[in-house]
């Protein structure tokens, strides 16, 4: 799976795999393990889900021009999360990574190839 980068303001906030085929986003991250600064772009993508996953996660919506809709943090497996109405991708982060770079809604990460 290809790697992008999520930049926020200019700095580099994570290197993450990017699942754009219908396989690579429906295994998403079972069976892996997330770097501290990695993740996983789903796109398209407006709804996950934690069942399978052994580990908490962060969940960012953003919409077609990665603006931020909606953030899930610490997401216990498990879990079925609802839909986001304009999403168009889900960043999944490491547990507490959104925090940490301080990511809120509205603010605009960009994906750079």
């Known amino acids: ?10 700095e580099t906030i994570a290197t993450v795999w990017h ?3 219908y396989f690579a986003r429906l295994r998403g991250l079972l069976g892996r393990t997330l770097q501290k600064d990695g993740g996983l772009l789903l796109t398209p ?5 934690t069942i399978g996953m052994r580990y ?3 969940a960012v919506y953003l919409d077609r021009n990665g603006r931020v809709l909606r953030i899930d943090e610490s997401l216990n497996p498990g879990r079925i999360l ?3 109405r304009g999403a168009r991708r889900v960043l999944e982060l490491p547990d507490g990574c959104a925090k940490r770079r301080a990511i809120t809604a509205g603010d605009v990460l960009e994906v750079v190839q």
């Not at 799976?1 to 200019?10: A, E, W």
């Not at 993508?45 to 889900?49: E, K, T």
């Open 1 to 10: 799976m290809k790697t992008v980068r999520i930049v926020k303001d200019g």
């Open 56 to 58: 908490a996660i962060d």
């Open 19 to 21: 699942a754009k085929g």
């Open 45 to 49: 993508c407006s709804a996950i889900h």
């Open 82 to 84: 609802p839909q986001q």
